[in-house]
Structures are given as structure tokens and as C-alpha cells.
């Protein structure tokens, strides 16, 4: 399993390997050490049942989406569009347009699944069970005001 964490100083994004996970990590942006708990089923990508970072148990799950690539998908097929219609072809301008849309859908269709902890942000990717619900903003804004008093934001 792949995790992503958020340090809770500067928002930093820290790649690390939960197979071959230290017992610390040093955040690159700020110098901050974040001690890492991480939990046999993080460690053997079988299930996310424990957050390492804050050892919370609330996730939830969403689309591995990269919003750049769709924006470049859109663009692309909006500058090629522009190309067809000023040159009198406007069906054919709609139908890239329209193609580029459903190239949008399909790679946005495809992507896999990650989980994200609702405290600290954390993401989690690999092959484990999925068991996390999706977003509730409820539960967000709830334990997102636990963590940040944890961590002493507010
Ligand atoms: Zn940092
Ligand atoms: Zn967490």
C-alpha cells in the first residue's frame, strides 16, 4: 500500500511505502518529525483499519482523480474544436468537443478507488479491501476540528 500523509505543520504531501515504513518520517517542507503507527493490515495491504498518522479509524473513500489531466483532456478537444469551427466545419467542431467530453468520462470511469482519513487527510492506495463509505461532510467537519485541536491549529 502506497499512503500519501499530510503534515500537520506545513500541509506537505510525504509519500511512504507502508511495507517498508519507519517508525518516524521527517516532513521534507518544514523538518517536522511525524511518528508513524502503522497497522499490520496497512503494513500488508489487506485492509485500512487505522490511520498512521493519527490512529484514527474514519475513512472515507473516493476517485483516484487527477483534475489537471481531465482539465488537459478538455482543453485539448476545446482548442481543436476552435480549430474545425473556424474553418466553417462547426459539426465536426461539436463532435470533437463532444469526444473530448466522453474521453473525460471514460479515463475518469477507470480510475481506481482510494481511501482518504477524514482527520489528518491521509490517502491510501493499493490492491486492499475496500470497506470505507463515501464523503459524508458531517463526519469532516467534526473530525477535522478534532484533529486540528489535537495537533493545536485551533
Ligand atoms: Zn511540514
Ligand atoms: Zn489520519
Partial sequence: ???TLVCPDCAGRLPVDAAAAPETV??????REIPLAVSDNVRDDAEVDRCPVCEGSD?????DFDP???LAVIVTGALISAGF??????????GVLGLAALVDLIV????????????CHAEFRGEYRRTAPIFDLHTADELELEWARRIGKR
Fill in 108 to 119: 475518469y470511469g477507470r480510475l481506481g478507488d482510494l481511501s482518504v482519513c477524514y482527520r
Fill in 59 to 63: 475513512f472515507y473513500i473516493r476517485k
Fill in 1 to 3: 500500500m502506497k499512503l
Fill in 68 to 70: 489537471k489531466l481531465g
Fill in 26 to 31: 521527517r516532513c521534507g517542507g518544514c523538518r
Fill in 85 to 94: 469551427y473556424w474553418f466553417g466545419m462547426d459539426l465536426i467542431a461539436y
